[in-house]
C-alpha cells in the first residue's frame, strides 16, 4: 500500500532503543522510488483524455496525489526529528558526540552539526558583554560555590580560572567550584558527591 | 524546559502517527485506477460494494466523491460509546487505539454528523479516567507497568509529565536540588554502549 | 535581594545605584519566570540583561577586592553565580522558543533582540538546508518546501495562571469554548486563562504569569 514504507520509516525513529538510529537511505530511496511512480501515474492521466465512463481517473489522480503529500510529509517529519534530536545532544554532549552517535548520522547532518555549533557560538559571542555569555553553563540553578566531586575516569589535568591545577585522576575526589565542573559532571567524567 | 511545546504540527510524529490509523470506507460505484487499494480487485478497478479500511490520510482525499461513504471505526460507534461511558477506567485504550483522542478529533473532523458525540465522548472519557491517571502518576515512579500500558498516547505523556514533576518535588522536598547528574542523553548512551559491551564480551 | 544593595552600598555608597540594580535584578526575574511559562516568545529584555551584565562585571571586580575568606564575598559570589544563572536561564528559554518556532517567529519578529534576529537568520537557514536536500529528490511539483506547512505556531489558546499587576482600565472577555465572560481585573488577582485572552498584557508587563 502506498506510504506504508513511509510510516515505517517513521515508526523505526519512533521505537528504536538507539538514541540516534542510522539514517536509513535505503528506505529514503525506497519511498522516492515509490513517489516517482506516483507521480508518472499522475503526469500520463492529465496529459490523456477525460472520459467519464472509461478513463476517469480523478480519483485515482487525487489518492495519488495524497500519497505523494503523505510521502513528503514523512520524509521530511523524519528529518525534522532527527535534527531535534542532534540539537539536543549538541546541548547535552557538548560539540564533540561519541563515535557511535557520529556513525549514525548521515552527510548532511554532519555539516548541519557544524552549522549549528557556528551559530551557537556566533550568538553567545555576541551577548553578555565584553566575553560573551556562555549559555551552556548553569543548565542547573546553583546551590553551593564549591562542591566535592570524585573522578569516574582518567581526565588529566584540569587547569581553572585561577590558575589552579587539579591532577584528575580515576577515583581521586576534589572540593572544586561548581561553576567550573558542572560540565565534566553532566559528561560524565565527574561526580558530584552530595552529603545533604 | 519544554512545557509550552505544541504538540500538533506538520512535522510531529504524533500527528502522522494518529493520521496513519485506519477508517473504514465503501465505494458504492466502481471506481478506475484504484485497484492497488485491494488486494482482492481484479485489474485496476475498485469493484462497486468494495468496503476497505484506509489510513485516515488517504481516505481524506476520497471522503468526498460521488459514492464513496465512509462508516466510524469501531472505538467511537455506540457499543463503545456505551463501554466507556459504563467504566472508561478499565478500558484498555492502548490496545483499543493507541491514538485514542488524537485519531478521535480527525475523524470528528470528517464525519460532520457524528462531531459533537465523538468530541463529548473523548471529554467524557479524559474525565472519567483523569483521576486514576493523577492517581497513579503520582505514586508510581516506575513507569513499566500493567497501568501504565493500557494507556493511550497522550495519557502516557501526561503521566510522564506529572510524574517527573512529582519526582523534582520530591527532591526539592529532600533538598537534593542541588546535585548536578549526568546529561540524561549522556546517561543513556553511556547504559547502551556498556550494555553492547557485555554482550560482546 | 539584600546582598545585592548591600553590595552596592558599600562600594559605592550611593542609594540610587543600588535601588536600580535591585529592580533590575527583580524585573529580569519577572521576565523570566514569564518567558518560563508563556506559549509564545514575549518581547526581549536586552537592555535589561545588558544593564545587568555590566553590574554583574562591576560586582565581580568588587568582590575580588575583598579577601576570599571574607564572608562577605562568599555570599556575593553566590550572588553573582544565581544572577548569571538567572540570565543564563532566560536567553535559553528564548532561543528554544526561537528554534521551534523559527518561521512563525521569523513573521514576528519585533520581539527580537538584534543578536536574537541574528541567531534566527543563520538558525532557519541551517535548518531548512537539509529539508531542501530531500525536496530535491522529490519529483514533480511536490518537491517543494511548503514555508506554511513548516510553520509551527504557539499554541496562544493554552491555559495559563495569570495574576495582575494593576488595575486594567478595560475589562477582559475571557472565551472558554461557546461560554464568554467579561470579568473586571483588579491588582493583585489571580485566575487560569486562555493566553490569548491576557496576551497584550502580558506582553506591556501589566500581567505576569505564575
Known amino acids: 500500500m502506498w506510504g506504508d514504507k513511509a510510516i515505517e520509516l517513521i515508526k523505526e525513529l519512533e521505537r528504536s532503543s538507539e538514541l540516534f538510529p542510522p539514517f536509513d537511505d535505503d528506505k529514503v530511496r525506497l519511498i522516492l522510488e515509490e513517489c516517482r511512480v506516483l507521480n508518472q501515474f499522475i503526469e500520463d492521466a492529465m496529459s490523456s483524455t477525460f472520459d467519464p465512463e472509461t478513463n476517469n481517473y480523478l480519483a485515482g489522480v487525487k489518492a495519488r496525489t495524497a500519497a505523494l503529500e503523505r510521502n513528503k510529509r514523512c520524509l521530511l517529519a523524519y528529518q525534522w526529528n532527527r535534527l531535534q534530536t542532534l540539537k539536543k545532544m549538541r546541548w547535552e554532549f557538548g560539540s564533540i558526540l561519541p563515535p557511535e552517535i557520529k556513525a549514525n548520522m548521515s552527510e548532511t547532518e554532519v555539516q548541519w552539526c557544524t552549522k549549528y555549533s557556528k551559530a551557537l557560538a556566533n550568538y553567545m559571542k555576541n551577548i553578555g558583554g565584553r566575553n560573551g555569555l556562555n549559555l551552556m553553563l548553569d543548565m542547573q540553578p546553583p546551590k553551593d560555590l564549591y562542591i566535592e566531586v570524585r573522578c569516574l575516569k582518567e581526565y588529566g589535568k584540569l587547569e581553572l580560572d585561577s590558575g589552579e591545577v587539579f591532577n584528575l585522576s580515576e577515583n581521586s575526589q576534589h572540593y572544586m567550584p561548581r561553576s567550573q565542573v558542572e560540565n565534566l559532571i553532566r559528561l560524565g567524567v565527574l561526580e558530584h558527591i552530595n552529603w545533604s | ?201 | 535581594m539584600s546582598n545585592l544593595e548591600d553590595m552596592f552600598l558599600n562600594e559605592e555608597e550611593d542609594d540610587e545605584e543600588a535601588i536600580t540594580a535591585k529592580s533590575v535584578l527583580e524585573m529580569i526575574t519577572d521576565a523570566w519566570v514569564n518567558e518560563k511559562l508563556c506559549p509564545e516568545i514575549l518581547p526581549n529584555k536586552a537592555e535589561l540583561v545588558e544593564v545587568m551584565m555590566e553590574q554583574i562585571d562591576q560586582m565581580e571586580e568588587n568582590v575580588l577586592q575583598l579577601q576570599k575568606t571574607d564572608l562577605r564575598s562568599i555570599i556575593h559570589r553566590q550572588e553573582l553565580e544565581r544572577i548569571r544563572y538567572l540570565i543564563r536561564s532566560y536567553l535559553r528559554a528564548r532561543l528554544e522558543k526561537i528554534e521551534f518556532y523559527s518561521v512563525w517567529v521569523f513573521k514576528n519578529q519585533s520581539v527580537l533582540s538584534p543578536q536574537e534576529l541574528a541567531y534566527l537568520k543563520e538558525y532557519l537557514s541551517l535548518s531548512v538546508a537539509p529539508l531542501k536536500n530531500l525536496c530535491d529528490r522529490f519529483p514533480g511539483p511536490a518537491g517543494q518546501l511548503n514555508p506554511k506547512q513548516m510553520e509551527i505556531a504557539p499554541d496562544l489558546e493554552a491555559h495559563v495562571f495569570a495574576k495582575s499587576r494593576v488595575d486594567l482600565p478595560d475589562t477582559i472577555i475571557v472565551h472558554d469554548g461557546p461560554r464568554e465572560e467579561e470579568i473586571t481585573v483588579t491588582k493583585d488577582s489571580q485566575r487560569i486563562v486562555p493566553y490569548s485572552c491576557i496576551r497584550q498584557y502580558v506582553r506591556d508587563d501589566r500581567i505576569k504569569l505564575i
Not at chain 2, 463529548?120 to 513499566?144: F, G, M, P, S, Y
Open chain 2, 1 to 201: 524546559m519544554s512545557l509550552f511545546r505544541k504538540r500538533n504540527h506538520y512535522f510531529s510524529l504524533t500527528d502522522v502517527l494518529s493520521s496513519q490509523e485506519r477508517v473504514p470506507i465503501t465505494f458504492q460505484v466502481a471506481v478506475g485506477y484504484l485497484g492497488e487499494l485491494d488486494a482482492s480487485a481484479e485489474g485496476n478497478i475498485l469493484a462497486a460494494g468494495t468496503t476497505l479500511e484506509l489510513p485516515y490520510w488517504l481516505v481524506t482525499s476520497l471522503y468526498q466523491e460521488d459514492g464513496v461513504g465512509i462508516d466510524l471505526p469501531k472505538q467511537y460507534k455506540q457499543a463503545w460509546r456505551d463501554i466507556l461511558a459504563a467504566d472508561a477506567k478499565v478500558v484498555n485504550l492502548q490496545r483499543l487505539c493507541k491514538y485514542f483522542y488524537e485519531f478521535g478529533k480527525l475523524v470528528s473532523l470528517i464525519r460532520v454528523r457524528d462531531h459533537q458525540d465523538i468530541i463529548d465522548l473523548l471529554i467524557q472519557t479524559l474525565v472519567d479516567r483523569h483521576r486514576e491517571l493523577t492517581n497513579w502518576a503520582v505514586h508510581a515512579i516506575k513507569q513499566e507497568n500493567e497501568f501504565f500500558e493500557k494507556l493511550d498516547d497522550i495519557e502516557q505523556e501526561l503521566s510522564r509529565r506529572a510524574t517527573s514533576a512529582e519526582l523534582n518535588l520530591s527532591n526539592w522536598l529532600q533538598s537534593d536540588c542541588g546535585q548536578i547528574r549526568k546529561a540524561e542523553m549522556v546517561q543513556a548512551h553511556d547504559r547502551l554502549v556498556s550494555s553492547s559491551r557485555t554482550f560482546n564480551t
